[in-house]
């Protein structure tokens, strides 16, 4: 049957005894949904990588994932909220830092003078 039952078992069975084996046939069916979704996602990442290839040449930006993207996704839900927290900070200040390392490098390559403090 459908849900995994065999006929002769179903028969013997109430709706209520069959409850189980619905939900267990929907949670096998969600957990598909979602290797088919995640795979998307690789499939879609791939795509991307290999058009901007094509476009750009060797200035393509697009680079695939470096570790399977399911990996990021359960660590980043075992965080509390104060890691979850500390780790955004953490990001943000290092997006800071390259930003100001990069206006500073720009300022050097324009051959201004650096500022001596004494």
């Known amino acids: ?5 065999p006929y ?5 069975l109430t709706p ?3 409850e189980p084996f619905r939900k267990a046939y929907n ?4 957990e598909k949904d979602e290797d088919h979704w995640l795979m998307g996602q690789y499939n879609l990442k791939a795509f991307a990588v290999a058009v901007d290839g094509v476009i750009n040449g060797r200035k393509a930006k697009a680079k695939y994932f470096t570790e ?5 996704f359960l660590d980043e839900s075992e965080l509390t ?5 500390k780790k955004e900070a953490d ?3 290092r997006k800071e830092i390259a930003s ?4 500073i490098a720009g300022l050097r390559k324009s051959g201004l003078p650096e500022t001596k403090i004494k």
Not at 8 to 12: K, V
Not at 68 to 72: A, E, H, I
């Open 91 to 93: 990001e943000a200040m």
């Open 1 to 5: 049957m459908t849900i995994g039952v």
């Open 8 to 12: 002769e078992t179903f028969c013997h």
């Open 68 to 72: 399977p993207m399911l990996w990021k």
């Open 27 to 30: 949670n096998r069916k969600r």
């Open 16 to 18: 209520a005894k069959l």
């Open 81 to 85: 909220d104060e890691e979850r927290e």
């Open 100 to 103: 100001m390392d990069a206006w």
